[in-house]
C-alpha cells in the first residue's frame, strides 16, 4: 500500500507556470506506475500524465503535450508535473495516483491509490 499526499497548487496567470509535487510513503514505491489526473468543476476526472516505475516511459494526454512534463524520484518517493503555458482550461483539482498493474494509464479506474487532490486556478 502507498499513500500520497500532493503540493504546490495555487493561482497563475494564463501563460504561466507551476509545478505540482506527490510526496509517497510506504513500500515498494517505485514498483508503481503513477499518474496525475484532474477533475475541473462539473467534469469528469480525466487523467494527465503517466510515468511507468522506472520513468523509462511518459505519457500524456493530447491537451497537454508539450506543455507538461511528469517526472519521479524513486529514491526519495516524490512525483512531479512541471506545468507551463498554462491555460484557463487547465484549471482543476489535481490529483496524484498509484497504479501497480497494467498499463491502461489514461483510465481512471486504472489506478489503485489516490492522493487528496490540489487546486490549481489559472487566471485570464
Known amino acids: 500500500q502507498v499513500q500520497l499526499v500532493e503540493s504546490g497548487g495555487g493561482l497563475v496567470p494564463a501563460g504561466g507556470s507551476l509545478r505540482l509535487a506527490c510526496a509517497g510513503s510506504?513500500?515498494?514505491?517505485?514498483?508503481?506506475?503513477m499518474g496525475w489526473l484532474r477533475q475541473a468543476p462539473g467534469k469528469e476526472r480525466e487523467a494527465v500524465a503517466a510515468?511507468?516505475?522506472?520513468?523509462?516511459?511518459?505519457y500524456y494526454r493530447d491537451s497537454v503535450k508539450g506543455r507538461f512534463t511528469i517526472s519521479r524520484d524513486n529514491a526519495n518517493k516524490m512525483v512531479y508535473l512541471q506545468m507551463s503555458s498554462l491555460k484557463p482550461e487547465d484549471t482543476a483539482v489535481y490529483y496524484c495516483?498509484?497504479?501497480?498493474?497494467?498499463?491502461?494509464?489514461?483510465?481512471?479506474?486504472?489506478?489503485?491509490?489516490w492522493g487528496q487532490g490540489t487546486q490549481v486556478t489559472v487566471s485570464t
Open positions: 495516483a498509484a497504479a501497480l498493474h497494467g498499463s491502461s494509464w489514461s483510465k481512471v479506474n486504472y489506478y489503485d491509490y
Open positions: 510506504g513500500r515498494n514505491f517505485g514498483d508503481y506506475t
Open positions: 510515468i511507468t516505475w522506472s520513468g523509462s516511459n511518459t
